[in-house]
């Protein structure tokens, strides 16, 4: 892919803002869209922090995180992605809005481009056919903090073409990542993987088995893990959590994907982990 293109990312949140400062980073011209302009101040003024912290890091240059900045262009109105041969959809993990969103864009890009989706358990398949393109629709799905995670799903839908597989994989490596290559499954790997063991840490603590800070420290101290597993559900968000165990219960139908009642009480409550301030930490 030449950096001559620009890559439309659409959704300006956690997992959006870190796509646009990656590609930016990288090169690319990103056009960042999302519904409301309120929104799209806030990504970049995330992105500006994120790119200045990197800057402190001495990972970048003051010059190199300003021309980074100035490549990310914004817009509410999907329509002005219509010359984008690139698409990155980081939009609310709900499968209503995100087929949606691939109707409009199976419109409004050129018939060459490529729509990839950075959804964290959405089947790929489901969201192709929605699209007169199917074989030009993938999975790309990035680890939040996306500047700083190495790891990318790239997740083949049943009619992904090897030119689109190829395609994005080789975007994933000109953005600094390493691609791994993963087939449509409910949660693909990682949240397969990673979901059920977050599920299970609130089991123990809704059973008293032990404390939220003493769950974390054994896999902290015990498994070398950065942060301990209810520690990183507050990180991704309650209600992401919860949404993805929904998934991988419907889909694999396996009452070891039920997701924790203590789970889905809070997030009833609003406590979704630092987003709000609350979840098994305050914030
Ligand atoms: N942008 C740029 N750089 C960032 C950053 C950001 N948003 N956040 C952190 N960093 C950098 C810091 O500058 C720092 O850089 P140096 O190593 O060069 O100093 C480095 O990342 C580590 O950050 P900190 O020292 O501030 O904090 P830390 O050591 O506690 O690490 C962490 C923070 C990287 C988040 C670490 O705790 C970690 O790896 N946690 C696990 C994260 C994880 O598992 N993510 C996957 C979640 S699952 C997912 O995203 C997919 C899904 O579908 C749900």
Redesign the pocket.
Known sequence: MSKTQTIAVLGAGT?GN?IA?VCARSGFNVLLCDLQQEFLDRGLA?VEK?LS??VS?E?LTRQQADEARARIATTTDREALSACTFAIEAATEKFEVKSALFRDLDRILPAEAILASNT??ISITKLAAQTQRPTQVIGI?????????PLVEVIRGLQTSQQTFDTVKALAEALGKTPIEVNDAAGFV??RV??PLINEAIFTVMEGVATAEAVDQVFVLGMA???GPLT?AD??GLD??LD?MRVLHEALGDTKYRPCPLLIRMVDAGWLGRKSGRGFYTY
């Open positions: 997992m870190g400062h995330t994120n912290r990197e890091k990972k964290s358990s799905h990035f680890f939040n903090p996306v500047p700083v995670m990682s949240n990673l979901m893990h950065p942060m990183l990180f991704i992401v959590c993805i």
